[in-house]
T-cell receptor, first 111, second 113 residues
Framework: GENVEQHPSTLSVQEGDSAVIKCTYSDSASNYFPWYKQELGKGPQLIID?????GEKKDQRIAVTLNKTAKHFSLHITETQPEDSAVYFC??????????FGTGTRLQVFP | DVKVTQSSRYLVKRTGEKVFLECVQD?????MFWYRQDPGLGLRLIYF???????EKGDIPEGYSVSREKKERFSLILESASTNQTSMYLCASSLTGLNTEAFFGQGTRLTVV
């Protein structure tokens, strides 16, 4: 089955700096790659996603890149702010309905 | 506003008890999921339901069962709770097909003593 690896497990950055989180997946049939943000005491929420026919997608300060050949995808957050502090999960979808998640990255943004 | 509601935020149960975790969604979604969240292990899929009375095992189904008698409700059952089932449990729902967004509940932190 699909296996998703995520790095780093923790990431600390200064406010205004960029943050990058990387994921790799194993199943070449996966074609959908969402990213979720989980704030303290809440369930994860979708922040951005990318499909396999696209190499990059941006939404204001966040962007996701996908390299299907290498089976890896990354989340980029620019101009980080304290409210970006949270746990971030990548996921891959080996079929149209199921999501397999990575192990999560705890991002801390220091003022 | 879309909503997935889990019946309890915190639960404390004794070893050997039968435990029910309830989840309700108001979005008429076909798919519903139960995940378990543990530090360093991320979100692991326990069970998945794609329709009423239909279910599929996820990656870690051992020790769990599920019930989906109505479209909006998906229950996770721990037949005989054990201490290694102490965890955060997250319910989610999504529309079927085409990889749509999964909406999560706020989670139930279960402690088995």
């Amino acid at each position: 089955g699909e296996n998703v690896e995520q790095h780093p497990s923790t990431l600390s950055v200064q406010e205004g700096d960029s943050a990058v989180i990387k994921c790799t997946y194993s199943d070449s049939a996966s074609n959908y790659f969402p990213w979720y943000k989980q704030e303290l005491g809440k369930g994860p929420q979708l922040i951005i996603d990318i499909r396999s026919n696209v190499g990059e997608k941006k939404d204001q300060r966040i962007a996701v890149t996908l390299n299907k050949t290498a089976k890896h995808f990354s989340l980029h957050i620019t101009e980080t702010q304290p409210e970006d502090s949270a746990v971030y999960f990548c996921a891959a979808s080996p079929d149209t309905d199921k999501l397999i998640f990575g192990t999560g990255t705890r991002l801390q943004v220091f003022p | 506003d879309v909503k997935v509601t889990q019946s309890s935020r915190y639960l404390v149960k004794r070893t050997g008890e039968k435990v029910f975790l309830e989840c309700v969604q108001d979005m008429d979604h076909e798919n519903m999921f139960w995940y378990r969240q543990d530090p360093g292990l991320g979100l692991r899929l326990i069970y998945f339901s794609y329709d009423v009375k239909m279910k599929e095992k996820g990656d870690i189904p051992e020790g769990y069962s599920v019930s989906r008698e109505k479209k909006e409700r998906f229950s996770l059952i721990l037949e005989s709770a054990s201490t290694n089932q102490t965890s955060m449990y997250l319910c989610a729902s999504s529309l079927t097909g085409l990889n749509t967004e999964a909406f999560f509940g706020q989670g139930t932190r279960l402690t088995v003593v």
